[in-house]
């Protein structure tokens, strides 16, 4: 899930956007190495040397003439991801895109960014593992989903004590969760397509959580602490692990909109509470789930699809309890 414009908007909102002045020299000289380690593309061809940078393409300047933030969605590149990106020393923010011949590792010139706060490479070719140099910086936002990580979410990752949006989904990675990725308020974590095995650190329990999505993974134990009728939750999606509770006696967020636990070992009933719950999307079929569904209120809107291949759930939407 790439981070969406409106975060990123909300990621630099201290920020005023300028073009008048002249930007940076040694910022503009980063720039045209980062262009020249790129080969050149043509969609960079607005960057020519002795122009003012802060009026080029794919970058926006501070009020100060310092490249801020760099953006590169879909370029035509057969290359590492450029080392020159470590010389802008001012940058708060780094987006690279769904560009698929951008391969190799995260460069070690990323740990000299020390003010950076949003590391965004959506649907790359970028593997490794991911480096501990990261903790250097003071990424808010870390999206490196959809690429080809592999080896364990690094413990390091803790040390980023503003990190409140962490999306690793769609790589390899393995080993268990490190307790203690998150910080703040509003927070959001995709952990979801990879090799993840263990049970769910506690500490996602509690605090600030928007969203987590920890689907198609190989995570067992008991996930029943990450529901509660106070928690600020809005979706919540365990599908496709080895998770084993029971759900009888759950309660959920008031708020949830959206809970997948398709594909698990979920035993006892679905609970009555899910009645008051008005939720968007429910999917708990492929469980060990029995006994009769509750039909009131915000249950009419879910159909069978939602509850199939269950050890012996009965009742609307799915055939009539035998009494
Ligand atoms: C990408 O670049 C290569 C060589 O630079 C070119 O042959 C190819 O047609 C380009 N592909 C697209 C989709 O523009
Ligand atoms: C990833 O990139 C490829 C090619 O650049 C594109 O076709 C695909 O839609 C992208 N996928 C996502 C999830 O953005
Ligand atoms: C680190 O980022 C936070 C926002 O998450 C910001 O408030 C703070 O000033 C930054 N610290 C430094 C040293 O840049
Ligand atoms: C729930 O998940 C199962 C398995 O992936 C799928 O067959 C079913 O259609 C899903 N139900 C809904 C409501 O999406």
């Known amino acids: 899930m790439p981070i969406s414009h409106l975060f990123f908007l909300f990621f630099v909102s201290h920020l005023t956007i300028s073009s008048s002045l002249d930007c940076n020299a040694a910022d503009r000289r980063a720039l045209l190495n980062v262009k020249s380690e790129l080969g050149n593309p043509p969609e ?3 960057w020519l040397p002795a122009t003012n940078c802060c009026t080029w393409s794919n970058v926006y300047c501070t009020d100060t003439g310092r490249i801020y933030n760099i953006y ?6 057969s290359t590492t991801i450029p080392n020159s990106l470590g010389d802008l020393s001012e940058l708060l923010t780094i987006q690279l895109q769904t560009i698929l011949g951008i391969y190799g590792t995260i460069p070690p010139s990323f740990s000299k960014l020390t003010k950076l706060e949003l590391l965004d490479l959506t649907n790359t070719s970028v593997s490794g593992p991911i480096p501990d140099f990261l903790s250097r910086t003071n990424l808010s936002g870390l999206d490196l989903s959809n690429n080809k990580f592999s080896g364990p ?3 390091s990752l803790t040390k980023l004590p503003n990190l409140r949006y962490l999306d690793l989904s ?3 990675l393995s080993g268990t969760i490190p307790p203690g990725l998150l910080h703040g308020t509003f927070r959001f974590l995709y952990l979801s397509h990879n090799k993840l095995i263990g049970e769910i650190p506690k500490d996602y329990g509690n605090g600030d959580i928007d969203t987590i999505d920890l689907s198609h993974n190989r995570l067992t ?5 990450l529901f509660g009728i106070t928690k600020p939750m809005t979706k919540i999606d365990l599908s496709w692990n080895q998770l084993e509770f029971d759900l009888t006696r759950a309660v959920f967020p008031h708020h949830l909109d959206y809970l997948d636990l398709s594909y698990n070992k979920i035993k006892g009933k679905v609970p009555k509470s ?3 719950i008005p939720l968007r999307f429910l999917n708990v079929s492929y469980n060990e789930l029995c006994g009769e569904i509750p039909n009131r209120r915000f ?3 879910h159909n069978a699809d939602s509850y199939i291949h269950n050890k012996c759930l009965c009742g609307a939407p799915l055939r ?4």
């Open 153 to 155: 979410i690094p413990l």
């Open 170 to 172: 769609g790589n390899s």
């Open 299 to 301: 249950m009419v809107y």
């Open 274 to 276: 899910l009645q008051d």
């Open 221 to 225: 134990g008991d996930a029943s602490f």
């Open 44 to 46: 960079l061809s607005a």
């Open 320 to 323: 009539p309890c035998t009494t």
């Open 72 to 77: 590169l969605f879909s370029l035509n590149v």
